[in-house]
């Protein structure tokens, strides 16, 4: 498989391609050989990464807030963002049942992929080059951040707009599947669900349509 278009995009050329190859390598084409522990190293290092990131640029922020950036800046959101920008799925292998999921079932991968590609780079190469790669491919929401902005994700909001209105907090129910996590939760006597490759990912993508539904029926 050719990956210089891939390579192009990232900005980074990989010195050993069997990396790239296997951070491309979703676990519903091999049960064995795929990218889910690139992935979990690759997860660890944006956090960190990022994290000395925003210690440096906000030295006079509390933990709570750099807590809050943080989760901004590496949600499910902005991972599945970064892989369309880039192109990944062409290059992602899939079960022929997975291939054929809707664009929103795939975020998960997408998300998983790109921090699988983050554990391949480290691997490659070295912290300073994972570190300038990172800071190259999140270039756009680094510079944006800033201290004034609202840095909530949707499951906080959810909780906080349930307690404003004295209701009972929703029970979060996860389950672990093919692509990653399902979650379900009932509010109001409304099901609702999502998807995510983690549970905390899964829980916040429920806790987004439930909040669609409540803004929607209060609007």
Known sequence: MQ???LEEKLGYVFKNQKLLELALIHKSSNNISNNERLEFLGDTILNTIISEYLF???PNEKEGLLTR???????????SKKAIEIDIIKF???SKGTALLSETRKHSILEGSVESIIGAVFLDSNWKQTKKFIKNLFKQELAN???DQEFRDSKTELQELLQSKKLELPKYITTESNTGFDCKILIDNQKFTGS???KRH??????KE???????KNG
């Open 92 to 94: 992602i292998k899939l």
């Open 145 to 147: 951040i800033e201290v």
């Open 196 to 198: 995510g490759n983690s």
């Open 56 to 58: 440096v640029k906000f």
């Open 210 to 216: 439930a909040l669609k539904y409540l803004k929607s």
């Open 69 to 79: 950036m943080r989760s901004h800046l590496v949600k499910g959101e902005t991972l």
């Open 202 to 207: 899964s829980e916040i993508a429920v806790a």
């Open 3 to 5: 990956f210089k278009a």
